[in-house]
């Protein structure tokens, strides 16, 4: 019995597979293309080999760069570089490991400004680890508008998506090298709120998976980070935590702006407390035991894995830590309509936090002359309550809700079941109406009851 066999040009044994080292030596005597016809052709036999190379789309840059229609042949020192690089890759590729259902797997990703790149491991009990495989591609010309963090995240997205046939289904560990991003997309964070829409998107999918989050700095997340940076200094990729200004961020930052206090002023103020100085060396360098910390930090210890640094402010998630100075005038200017505590409460947990953040909003509403007299006066008008149907189908409430992108949608709600239907509308006419309720009670039947706040 053969220890190993060669199946199109790869090398199957019992510790993985690997390329052909023919197949492999026949392509490092390819000599440098001088056409577009002769890169394409070289480009097609490297792409057979694309699973072994990690961060291959980014290595692969300039000579990507050439085949546009708008770039003349120039085969510059860049292009040398870029292939001379492939052709070094190629000769080193490591033994990819057989999947195995039964061991830890991970899954590495990161982006640079022009690619994204992936790789999925076994992580043995012994600490070994191997790659199962490598996977990269190029960004669009609109996705490298994104924002570094949304980059990362698309990175995520695109291993996931890449991999689902290993993991879905399974626990697995995802690393990264941006510990906001690690917060934001954690699986116990849940869909955040104050980001762009896309972000929202990815979080929704990312919640089919059963994963833990990882965050390792770039040398140690060398396998997926390390070769986007190669092809040239100019396009070294932009440190993972210099986003603090970018839009998926910006958001709780400019709604700080609009209050008596910038995003310069809580990162000078912060420098000046104590407290918070404290708690930024231990976000940046470790924190000591709980048993060793003094009670003003304790606070912020049992939110350690949540708190970052960006621009010299403290973070926990996606919100601001304010220091003590500036949280009066923040609670001033959150109380200014006199929203309660419960709305003051929501609007400030999107955009701040310090200790004891709902005492001092308690405080705040209960001091106010102009929140107790409101809330001491009778209702406007007594609750009536909507009697709970016994079945489904029993009393159905209809609503129009729009215009979203020019749009209307009818909305039907099942009173029973909480049950939606959503119906895209041309218009909001009688005729429009009816027909659409016509369509929907074909499949569903008649409702007994329809309850509609003056509609056409």
Known sequence: MKSEVEYFAFI??????????????????????????????WLGLVNYYRKFIPDMSTVLQP???????????????????????????????????????????????DASPYGLGCVISHKYENGEERPIAYASRTLTSAERNYSQIEREALAIIFGVTRFHQYLYGRKFTLITDNKPLSLLLGPKTGIPMLVASRIQRWAIQLS???????????????????????????????????????????????????????????????????????????????????????????????????????????????????????????????????????????????????????TDIEITVRNCTACQNTQSAPPAATANPWIWPSKPWQRVHIDFCGPFLNEMFLIVVDAHSKWIDVIRMSSTTSEKTINALRCLFSSHGIPTEIVSDNGP
């Not at 085949?67 to 492939?86: A, D, G, P, R, V």
């Not at 003590?324 to 929203?339: F, G, I, Q, S, T």
């Open 63 to 109: 000579l990507n760069e050439l085949l546009t229609k708008k770039s003349k042949w120039n085969w510059n020192e860049n292009c040398k570089k870029s292939f001379l690089k492939i052709s070094k890759l190629l000769s080193s590729t490591k033994v990819l490991a057989h999947y195995d259902p039964n061991v830890n797997v991970e899954l590495a990703v």
């Open 12 to 41: 199957v044994n019992k510790d993985g597979i690997q390329p052909s080292p023919k197949k492999v030596e026949a392509m490092l005597k390819v000599p440098e293309p001088e056409n577009v016809k002769e890169l394409q052709s």
């Open 208 to 358: 089919g998976y059963q994963y833990d989050v990882k965050c390792k700095s770039s040398s140690e997340n060398a396998n997926a980070d390390g070769l986007s940076r190669l092809p040239l200094k100019e396009t070294l990729c932009e440190s993972p935590f210099n986003i603090f200004w970018e839009e998926v961020e910006i958001r709780n930052v400019q709604a700080l702006n609009e209050l008596p206090v910038s995003a310069n002023k809580i990162k000078r103020e912060t420098e000046k407390d104590s407290t918070l100085v404290k708690v930024k060396h231990a976000t940046l360098y470790g924190w000591p035991k709980y048993t060793d910390i003094s009670n003003e930090l304790k606070p912020y210890f049992r939110v350690k894995d949540e708190l970052s640094m960006e621009e010299g402010c403290l973070l926990r998630g996606i919100r601001v830590i304010i220091p003590e100075r500036y949280r009066a005038d923040v609670l001033n200017e959150l109380h200014v309509n006199h929203p309660g505590i419960v709305r003051m409460k929501g609007l400030a947990r999107m955009h701040v936090w310090w200790p004891n953040l709902d």
